[in-house]
């Protein structure tokens, strides 16, 4: 079992950049795929990015891609995921998740069904 908590939202400027962490407890942090994704008021919750158990390969949504940088540090049990050029539309909750042995692409997939979540840190970006 893992549990999850989401670090590093708040207000930035369109333009601007933010780092989110998502810090994971349990001595089998390396062996869960771990998850990005996002619900913004009055929408279904969205895949973000995610990287993969074992290879550390990722996946990107397209609205995100060459903007948002998914990476993890399994000594720190933490994911990261970097945030530049933010738009207003990337104004969400944003929530990581993690499911055992499972691949970025499997993330991507599987979206709402991953086993674990965090309880998830607001990003705001202004206009």
């Known amino acids: 079992q893992v549990q999850l908590v989401e670090s590093g939202g708040g207000l930035v400027q369109a333009g601007g950049s933010l780092i989110l962490s998502c810090a994971a407890s349990?001595?089998?942090?390396?062996?869960?795929?771990i998850g990005w994704f996002r619900q913004a008021p009055g929408k279904e919750r969205e895949f973000v990015a995610a990287?993969?158990?074992?290879?550390?390969?990722?996946s990107y949504a397209d609205s995100v891609k060459g903007r948002f940088t998914i990476s993890r540090d399994n000594a720190k049990n933490t994911v990261y995921l970097q945030m530049s050029s933010l738009k207003p539309e990337d104004t969400a909750v944003y929530y990581c998740?993690?499911?055992?042995?499972?691949?970025?692409?499997?993330?991507?997939?599987?979206?709402?069904?991953?086993?674990?979540w965090g309880q998830g840190t607001q990003v705001t970006v202004s206009s």
């Open positions: 998740a993690a499911n055992p042995r499972t691949t970025a692409r499997g993330l991507s997939v599987m979206g709402i069904q991953a086993d674990y």
């Open positions: 349990g001595r089998t942090f390396s062996s869960y795929g």
């Open positions: 990287v993969s158990w074992r290879d550390r390969s990722t």
